[in-house]
């Protein structure tokens, strides 16, 4: 038996089995980070569906208006059993926070209002003050 043969054959093998097992930790990770943020994803989806029908009913402020009253950074807009929804002050865009129960997580919505018809969605994962900016994985529509 050629033993040089060997002792080159088993740490190739050895590492080879190493990185698999390395990639398949990292493919379950990603994929778990996939799952969560599709569902905070949805989750702000379904929260600004509320914002709007409550907007639309005169019973949450309009952050998008120019002429209303402004709503103070982290003011509380409205809450359900399921979600709470904040304002949050930034700049260019237009933002609503929000805390959901069920999964206990805080969402951020952004909409930027570009030339003309143009605007720009964005759905972040943030923190209690919604300071902290992690986009969501950039699948959804």
């Not at 209002?113 to 529509?141: C, H, V």
Request: proline share 2%; net charge neutral; glycine share 8%.
């Amino acid at each position: 038996m050629d033993w040089s043969f060997l002792m080159i054959a088993v740490p190739v093998g050895a590492f080879i089995l190493w990185r698999s097992q390395k990639q398949a930790e990292a493919a379950k990770v990603a994929s778990a980070r996939l799952t969560r943020d599709k569902l905070l994803y949805e989750h702000i989806k379904t929260g600004m569906r509320e914002y709007d029908w409550r907007q639309r009913e005169g019973r949450c402020e309009d952050l998008f208006s120019r002429t209303r009253r402004k709503a103070k950074d982290g003011e509380l807009l409205f809450e359900t059993a399921h979600l709470s929804a904040f304002h949050v002050n930034h700049g260019p865009e237009y933002r609503v926070g929000f805390y959901f129960k069920d999964i206990n997580e805080f969402g951020l919505y952004g909409l930027f209002a570009g030339n003309g018809d143009e605007t720009i969605t964005s759905y972040y994962r943030t923190d209690r003050t919604f300071q902290k900016e992690e986009m969501l994985a950039p699948w959804y529509d």
